[in-house]
């Protein structure tokens, strides 16, 4: 959501893991992304985190009675990279691939996976079409893609806010604009009617004209896609003027001062946003572990440690690393991670860490726990 | 009344407030022009910062348990002091220096006035969104009327229409009103026969930032948050006001804000509110066109 600043890498990992060696012995995961680059720090946690994972598993004996050797390969998240990065993995004989970082690298990348039926895990690409097209049946990802949190929202407002109709506003921005949009797509294809789809300009002196134009409309709910100092803005006044419908927002309101300054008009708000990890036991203790290494989970780095925990079960239980064997058992099996416990739908999208509904109850932003049908 | 009519009074009505708030910031604008040929682009930022002298004074004195009014009252006050004497320091020393400077050098000391007021803000009082006291919530309400017009719409339409004719009066009848309006007509001519030019400008700085501050409180009360950004929009609105109604004529400030208000709410109101902006810049284009020194600006024939 928030565009994070980047960072250059100080140390540009050069990351050959010799092979060779222990062939026979080794079971080999290879971890794709970017490495060097502008884009190293979205890349190199994930990375950390696979190896932090592979070194425990290893000292409690391995998978299938051998040791994991993880190859790490650099795609600087340039497609025309990825590709040689891919075929590196396939030439090494990997058994399964995490990765890779970037949407269009990963893109990039598919085909040749595809052609060396080999599964593989993203923690990060989040561009919706890599699952939702089918186009390659063995890519999961363990972050939820863009549109997730428009169906959420859609799912939400029909199923149990069971709206017949709604009114969607955004701030014209990129974040606010692109989700409000979404939302009223998935809306309209759950039959929910949009009654308007409405931009605000943020800092504008007043809404009332809007406002007004919302009471007329007289919406079921109002889902308004931007960040906290205009929802409450519009929230205020729109309760002021005794407008009683629901309001829905994205992850871009959950703010403490949203509360702070909405005081009692954004009880009952409703907000869509990733789950909260740091209340997760095994979360907290690898974000320990990879401290003592001078490493932090970073963006992805949560989402690579559980796609490698979701990998090496579906390899323990299908007693295999026969590709269609682990497919089978990644969608079957419910795994205890570092998002929480998750499995996977037909498409290959993770369920179970997307996000979550939080209401405004009490000056608090409380989790519904409301799940995907 | 049938539902689309009492929709169009309550479209109207949304206009009439913001377009008394560009009124009342596109004075500030228009009196320095008139006066020294200026544009004021700190103007904006001295109505943030009546904003914030407004809260600060407005969370005193309810620490001290004053009523609701009388905080309202004495929070605005201390507002147009304040932002008063923000105003007469700006013009001591960004603008006096350079009185006899080429045109640009002004410009360019007015926008960096502006960026130093919005980051020493950003220093002083964080760049979060702060809470604004909600001094209207406690007003009764309107009856049968309520449905056109929120309390809070009421109060800040009657305050600047009181305002602004307590304006009027000053600049028609008064003496300090007659120096400016000879200092605005040939400056020169009017320090010969005694007018104190130098006074007379500080004295047209504390007004308009006087009035910002009214603005600022009424429609931060209203809106109730605030930061150090919120007077740069009204700012861009407020000058296109006063260059729609003539810049340099007091009554086309008022004119230019009310036009400027009603065209934004009815675009959003029946249009869209994606393009209210768009049709705000559309009259102002179209006004141009036709009236190229505005609603009710004079036409000045350039001197050779």
Redo the contacts between chains.
Sequence with gaps: MFVRPLVLPLVLGFCWFSTGLFAADTLKIGVAGALSGDLAPYGIPPKNAVILAAEQLNQQGGLLGQQVEIIAVDDACKPEMATNAANKLVASEVVAVIGHICSGATKAALPIYAAAHLPVISPSATSPELTLDGAYPLFFRTIPHDAAQAVVQADFIKDVLKAKTAVVVHDKGDYGKGLALLVAEELKKRHVKVLMVEGVTPGAVDYSALIRKIRRAKPDVVAYGGYHPEATKIVTQARKRRIHASFISGDGIKDPSFLKIGRQYVEGYYATSPRDLGKIRLTQQVTEDLAKRNQRPGNFGLQAHAAFSALVNAIKAAQSTDPDKIKQQLQSQQVETTLGSITFDPMGDVVGAGFSVYQVQNHEFVDLHFQLK | MP?WAS?LV??F???L??GS??ALIALGYTMVYGILGLINFAHGEVYMIGAFVGLIFASLFSIMGLPIWAIFVLAMLAAMVWSGAYGYTIEQVAYKPLRKAPRLAPLISAIGMSIFLREYVILAQSA????FP?MFESLPDLGDFGDFL?P??LVIITTVFVVLAGLFYLIKFTKTGRAMRAIAQDREMAMLLGVDADKVISMTFILGSALAAIGAVL?ST????I?Y??G???GI?AFTAAVLGGIGSIGGAALGGLVLGLT???A??YL???Y??VFAFMVLVLILIFKPSGLLGKHHVEKV
């Design positions: 539902e929709y309550e479209i009505f949304s206009g407030t913001r708030i560009y979060d969104f702060r809470a909600a929120q809070s719409e429609i209203q809106m109730g948050q930061n950004n919120i740069f929009i009204v609105k934004e709410a009815f959003a109101g869209s509110s994606d209210e902006d």
